[in-house]
T-cell receptor, first 114, second 111 residues
Framework: DTEVTQTPKHLVMGMTNKKSLKCEQHMGHRAMYWYKQKAKKPPELMFVYSYEKLSINESVPSRFSPECPNSSLLNLHLHALQPEDSALYLC?????????????FGSGTQLSVL | RKEVEQDPGPFNVPEGATVAFNCTYSNSASQSFFWYRQDCRKEPKLLMSVYSSGNEDGRFTAQLNRASQYISLLIRDSKLSDSATYLCVVNANTGGFKTIFGAGTRLFVKA
């Protein structure tokens, strides 16, 4: 069983909706990540938080807004999404953001934008 | 050229077969290497790290060839449950931490 918990597992939203994805880990990891994955493609990095501070934003559109309230929680706020944003959104954590770190993924949120 | 390249497959093999996947990477500054397994509509899960000396975990053996910049994964005695996509992952420190996923190799093991 994964030790990274994501909610909700499935989400359907309209282009004018505002929703949030949530991620929680209790492994004491200090780095947390958001990835986006389209079908039959590898995960694409969106954001990295290191010690609760945003360290990497991979030029993600502003309709995606990350938030790290504390070392265990990571949110992704969604607003005015487009149908092409439909994908599996994966949260991951690792002990730190140094090379060699193994990623632990949550089970993901399957998002459909109508 | 992609930073991490894998043969997408699919590889269709019978139960009990031995199958090998290769992955090449372009950044010689790459420092750590992993194989992840991903089932359909599920999250990637770490299968094993890859070391220069080679490492084995049960039926799975991983090798790293730094000179040729490729890594490999060998699966012996394939099981139906091995059917999945295998992702090659490379970490490099090029002025900043960067994790790069290969596109994945799909494996189907048939009875």
């Amino acid at each position: 069983d994964t030790e990274v918990t994501q909610t909700p597992k499935h989400l359907v939203m309209g282009m004018t909706n505002k929703k949030s994805l949530k991620c929680e880990q209790h492994m004491g990891h200090r780095a947390m990540y958001w990835y986006k994955q389209k079908a039959k493609k590898p995960p694409e990095l969106m954001f990295v938080y290191s010690y609760e501070k945003l360290s990497i934003n991979e030029s993600v559109p502003s309709r995606f807004s990350p938030e790290c309230p504390n070392s265990s929680l990571l949110n992704l706020h969604l607003h005015a999404l487009q149908p092409e944003d439909s994908a599996l959104y994966l949260c991951a954590s690792s002990p730190r953001t140094t090379e060699g770190e193994k990623l632990f993924f949550g089970s993901g949120t399957q998002l459909s934008v109508l | 050229r992609k930073e991490v390249e894998q043969d997408p497959g699919p590889f269709n093999v019978p139960e009990g077969a031995t199958v090998a996947f290769n992955c090449t990477y372009s950044n010689s500054a790459s420092q750590s290497f992993f194989w992840y397994r991903q089932d359909c509509r599920k999250e990637p899960k770490l299968l094993m790290s890859v070391y220069s000396s080679g490492n084995e975990d049960g039926r799975f053996t991983a090798q790293l060839n730094r000179a040729s910049q490729y890594i490999s994964l060998l699966i012996r005695d394939s099981k139906l449950s091995d059917s999945a996509t295998y992702l090659c992952v490379v970490n490099a420190n090029t002025g900043g931490f960067k994790t790069i996923f290969g596109a994945g190799t799909r494996l189907f093991v048939k009875a």
